[in-house]
């Protein structure tokens, strides 16, 4: 979008109750892993290595 021109009032109302949304809304909480690996979560975070075998998913 190009700068040349300000944006309207609505636009900038918009945006900022957007940036306000974000700013208030929290990360659920996961729930402990039963049975799982240890440290951060793989999904989200890279791959299990095991025993030097590396599980991509």
Same mark, same amino acid.
């Given at each position: 979008?190009? +700068?040349?021109?300000?944006?309207?009032?609505?636009? +900038? #109302?918009?945006?900022?109750?957007?940036?306000?949304?974000?700013?208030?809304? #929290? !990360?659920? !909480?996961?729930?402990?892993?039963?049975?799982? #690996?240890?440290?951060?979560?793989?999904? #989200?975070?890279?791959?299990?290595?095991?025993?030097?075998?590396?599980?991509?998913?």
């Amino acid at each position: 979008m190009s +700068q040349d021109r300000p944006l309207p009032p609505e636009a +900038q #109302r918009a945006l900022a109750e957007a940036e306000a949304r974000r700013k208030a809304a #929290r !990360p659920l !909480p996961l729930p402990p892993e039963k049975g799982g #690996r240890e440290g951060l979560e793989a999904v #989200r975070y890279g791959d299990y290595e095991l025993k030097g075998r590396a599980i991509d998913f």
